[in-house]
């Protein structure tokens, strides 16, 4: 079976830094774009972070020169790693597998992933 599970998120002050983890499974990880979405309540799902195979990052403006997004292919996990974190950052945040190798123009877009993780709760107070 398919599965992305995330781990690392938290409570954390303004200011401090969390990182997050996903280990995926069930599909050959390595070969696809993967993504860092997050969702606060009444808002819609945002890209903020996304890598392809070869290592190329992009990044939401919310979140460039803050976050930083990693892959290990021997040990199959994604990272985010989170730093001077802002309340407005509070969402729950989702590790996600796009359609396809290259994470392209529209890696911002929820419509460019089709399989997700359940999320883990990040609050900045």
């Known amino acids: 079976d398919v599965q992305l599970v995330e781990s690392g998120g938290g409570s954390v002050q303004a200011g401090g830094s969390l990182r997050l983890s996903c280990t995926p499974s069930g599909f050959p990880y390595t070969k696809f774009c993967m993504g860092w979405l997050r969702q606060a309540p009444g808002n819609e799902r945002e890209a903020v972070a996304a890598?392809?195979?070869?290592?190329?990052?992009t990044y939401s403006d919310s979140v460039k020169g803050r976050f930083v997004v990693s892959r290990d292919h021997t040990e199959n996990i994604l990272y985010l790693q989170m730093n001077r974190l802002k309340p407005e950052d509070t969402a729950r945040y989702y590790c996600a597998a796009a359609r396809r190798f290259w994470c392209g123009g529209n890696w911002y877009s929820g419509r460019t992933y089709n399989k997700w993780g359940q999320g883990t709760q990040v609050t900045v107070s």
């Open positions: 890598i392809d195979p070869n290592g190329k990052t």
